[in-house]
């Protein structure tokens, strides 16, 4: 079985990746990927020598591109997880995020119709379903409520794919997960942000009151439900993916710094983001019963594991941090 993976240098598709060719040695890996400021060939080193990985280079977004390469590698399926994915980014400069999270995906679907591929899973996030207020859980049929352009690209990106099953009978699946953390993450979001500075006894930003509330999910659970739904899951279906665990931010950053051993004093309060989604909260009944799927990591395991991965990689994380992150960095964050 031949896999094009999109977005396999950033932080969950590498998960993916080195998950696929450990465990299924039947499995081959194309990855395409533009290595945007968040994509990165040094979370793939452990498989870069496989006789069954190849890389290449290039933009989802274009379209005359993707089509040649679906001529050339003729996947059997493609597991899409390309996306510009950074809501304080999307906020502040929209653009990339349209183009390649909505139009990228329209080029792959596009590609995918043409060559007739075996399946078509595309990577999505609870995000779609904007804040979720009390008592309330969104399963897949929560109307769909974004709030900021990284959220509405994405839910605009779902229909779009669930649209090819529906008109062309393209085998397309869809998963909507939850916060991910874990090892190679980009230090802009919140846990590997907050990691990295309070190792560095830097500040940590936290936005408005602190209390809006997040479900956490370990990136290895993330990736094995992705698996289980291209292996298990019904075409034209959505899947929630949640790690059963809501905790307020706040709380979240109090266990970051016991963790690495430093003082709550480092914490400190900043602007709120706009349009702010207070809560995410989702179940993964339907994927549990139908794929026996299960989040494993407890959360406070995932952490140490996490905060030991960054102080062991130091070198990762000040390589990520250089160059064009530093610019976004000290333009939009310096000083708070
Ligand atoms: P990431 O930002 O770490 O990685 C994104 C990858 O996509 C990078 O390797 C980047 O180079 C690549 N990319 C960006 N634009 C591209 C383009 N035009 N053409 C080709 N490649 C391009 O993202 P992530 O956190 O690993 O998220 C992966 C997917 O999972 C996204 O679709 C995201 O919406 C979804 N998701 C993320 C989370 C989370 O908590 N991080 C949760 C739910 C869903
Ligand atoms: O819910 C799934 C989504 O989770 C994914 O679709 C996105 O790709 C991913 O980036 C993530 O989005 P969030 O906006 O929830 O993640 P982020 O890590 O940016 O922020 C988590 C929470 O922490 C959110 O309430 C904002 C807050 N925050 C974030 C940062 C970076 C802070 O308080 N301070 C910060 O410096």
Redesign the pocket.
Known sequence: MKLLVTGGAGFIGSAFVRLLLAERPDCHVVNLDKLTYAGNLENLAAVADSPRYRFVKGDIADGPFVMDLFAQQKPDAVVHFAAE????RSILSPDPVVRTNFYGTFCLLEAARVHGVARFHHVS???VYGSIEEPHDADENYPLKPSSP??AS?AGSDLLALSYHTTYKLPVTVTR????YGPYHFP????P?MISNALEDKSL???GD?K?V?DWLYVDDHCRAVLAVLEKGRAGEVYNVGGSLALE?VEVVRRILRATGKPDSLMIT?TD?PG??RR?ALTSDKLERETGWAPLMPFDEGLSRTVRWYQENTGWVGRVKSGAYREYYEKNYAGR
Not at 85 to 88: A, E, F, T, Y
Not at 177 to 180: E, P, V
Not at 188 to 191: A, F, T, V
């Open positions: 994915s950074h809501v304080d996030t609870d995000e990284y959220s994405k997960a939850s916060n991910n802009e979001k919140l846990i942000l930003p936290i936005y602190g809006q997040r931010n900043v983001r702010h989604d995410y």
